[in-house]
């Protein structure tokens, strides 16, 4: 028997890479420049993130007096698919603070540095993340949800609608949303994002609602023109375990 992670990595390779062969909007190859420490990223993601949902369980646990019953047997008793909108509003509206936090403080975005490296854009691109980044934005977007008091059920909706979407947001894909563009991410919104221009990649902060930089007054999603040229001038190293090492060394070199 498979074990579920290597099942969901053949299931998402599945889908994703003839979609990308068929949609593509840059011509590349699959085993691209950084696929094998992408690839490193999928498997250790998948642990990483266990221990974010145990440690927002430990947060609540130690935080009981903060609960508000009343409050969360109102947001329980609501319809999965009213909860599933709310959590998209609230979570994607938690993360654009903390990823605008991930851009602007410096010590921060020596980790985030690390998944605006790609210089490839495709599905796996989107796992790309410092394990300490996973584990800060999953409690910046997790614990809101715990804490008002969602169901199971909409929570599984809405972790798999999320993970749905950032391996979306992330692939090489060329297809038109109209008007859903401000209400779901799409590759057109998120690839600027990931943008070489410098100031680019300070635009696009939320990853599932597009209208929270309309409102934010970040937004920035040409309608005729996609990116060119992904990455940052940073160095970063190309490999998984040079790439986690990075932020601290940076850090210790900074305080000498
Ligand atoms: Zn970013
Ligand atoms: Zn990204």
Not at 27 to 33: N, T
Not at 74 to 86: D, G, I, T, Y
Not at 207 to 219: E, N, W
Request: glycine share 6%; net charge positive; hydrophobic share 50%.
């Amino acid at each position: 028997m498979l074990p579920e992670i290597v099942k969901g990595f053949v299931v998402l390779a599945g889908i994703f890479i003839p979609l990308e062969r068929i949609l593509f909007l840059h011509k590349q190859k699959i085993f691209r420049l950084g696929w094998a420490t992408d690839a490193t990223y999928f498997f250790t993601g998948h642990f990483i993130g266990r221990s974010g949902a145990l440690v927002v369980t430990v947060i609540l646990s130690l935080m009981t007096n903060l609960l508000n019953p009343e409050l969360q047997s109102k947001v329980a008793s609501q319809p999965v698919w009213l909860q599933f909108v709310e959590a998209i509003v609230i979570s994607d509206m938690a993360y654009y603070i903390a990823h605008r936090l991930l851009h602007e403080v410096p010590w921060l975005w020596q980790f985030h540095a690390v998944h605006h490296s790609s210089e490839h854009m495709d599905w796996l691109a989107a796992v790309r993340v410092h394990p300490c980044e996973q584990i800060f934005t999953q409690i910046c977007k997790i614990m809101p949800l715990y804490w008002l008091g969602f169901t199971k059920e909409s929570l599984v909706v809405y972790a798999l609608y999320s993970a749905a979407i950032a391996f979306l947001i992330h692939s090489n894909i060329k297809l038109k949303f109209g008007i859903l563009k401000w209400f779901v991410a799409t590759p057109q919104f998120h690839h600027w994002h990931h943008s070489k221009i410098p100031g680019i990649n300070n635009k696009n902060f939320a990853v599932q609602l597009p209208l929270l930089d309309l409102l934010f007054g970040t937004i920035y999603m040409p309608a005729k023109k996609m990116p060119h040229k992904y990455g940052i001038s940073d160095s970063i190293p190309a490999g998984y375990v040079g790439q986690i090492f990075y932020p601290f060394s940076r850090m210790i070199k900074n305080a000498r």
